[in-house]
């Protein structure tokens, strides 16, 4: 009898240590886009959904504003100010609309390269987090990519990489852009070798980007590759190759394109690798992933909708 009730009580706590495991984080991207007198008004109805539901963390991967308004210091520091309203600790990844897509000209013909050393004097001017409750962060600010930065959290690792859109700045417009970008593809495929590495005793690993590298350069042949015109191929490459010794649950989080998806993006050599797209731009939503490490997929899903843009 005694021993009936022992092996109960066992269980029972087995029961609530496993469910102690279990916590979420919210993952959003591609917002706020528009005119601010319109779309501020539903990011702020947003981001109080979020706070309600308690996350432990925030991921937002980039993408601040639209591609078609200004890259000026004042839009950008207004969107600064909106993630440090984020109950949570919040990670953000720079996208394209606030600083490779700069120069064109509705976006103010900013120089891409000024802008992104504004984001970085002005988002990443210490090690931590954004949000209203910041917390430390590990970063290559010491090499000169302080967006590049992962935390550990209940036996996960969560990681940002600067891989924005629009070809990850590969582009030809000038030499300043191909340089900046070959120096900073040999930092974030460095920069994934040293977080897997980091994580190597965790359960499992989440991984924030901006960019969709499967849009536009996807090799549809099947052999998971990517075309040597993309900015994505070595980062691509590494992700498979990592992901695939890593061996455990490993969440791509992304935006870029704005359609909620959830894809195995690598079934031949990384089927270990969930995608999930975030909404964004005029499906002004979010995701809530909840991880419970204790489950065989560690990841489950679930979409947070505005409230603002909810017709009654």
Known sequence: MFRTLLLASVATFAGFAAQAESFTFVAMGDTAYGDPAEVYPQFEALIKTVNDRAPKLVIHVGDIKSGSTLCSDENLLAQLAYLNTLSAPVMYTPGDN????????????????????????????????????????????????????????????????????????????????????????????????????????????????????????????????????????????????????????????????????????????????????VPGEKRMDAVEVTVDTATSGVFSTVLVKNPALVKP
């Open 98 to 277: 606030e600083w490779t897509d700069c120069h064109r000209k509705k976006a103010g013909e900013f120089d891409p390269l000024e802008r992104l050393a504004f984001l970085r004097t002005n988002f990443f001017a210490s090690a931590k987090t954004l949000g209203a409750a910041p917390v430390e962060v590990s970063s290559m600010a010491t090499e000169g990519y302080p967006e590049n930065a992962r935390l550990a959290l209940n036996d996960v690792m969560f990681v940002t990489a600067s891989v924005p859109g629009s070809n990850n700045n590969f582009e030809v417009r000038d030499m300043a852009a191909v340089t900046e970008f070959m120096a900073r593809d040999a930092a974030n495929v460095k920069w994934l070798e040293d977080s897997f590495a980091a994580a190597k005793d965790s359960k499992a690993l989440v991984l924030g980007i901006q960019a969709n590298m499967f849009e536009a350069n996807w090799n549809i042949g099947g052999d998971e590759t990517w075309s040597t015109f993309s900015g994505y191929m070595k980062f691509g490459a590494k992700l498979i190759e990592l992901s695939a010794a890593f061996g455990k649950p490993v969440l791509l989080v992304y935006g870029d394109s704005h359609v909620y998806s959830e894809t195995r993006p690598f079934p031949l050599n990384a089927p270990n690798v969930l995608a999930l797209e």
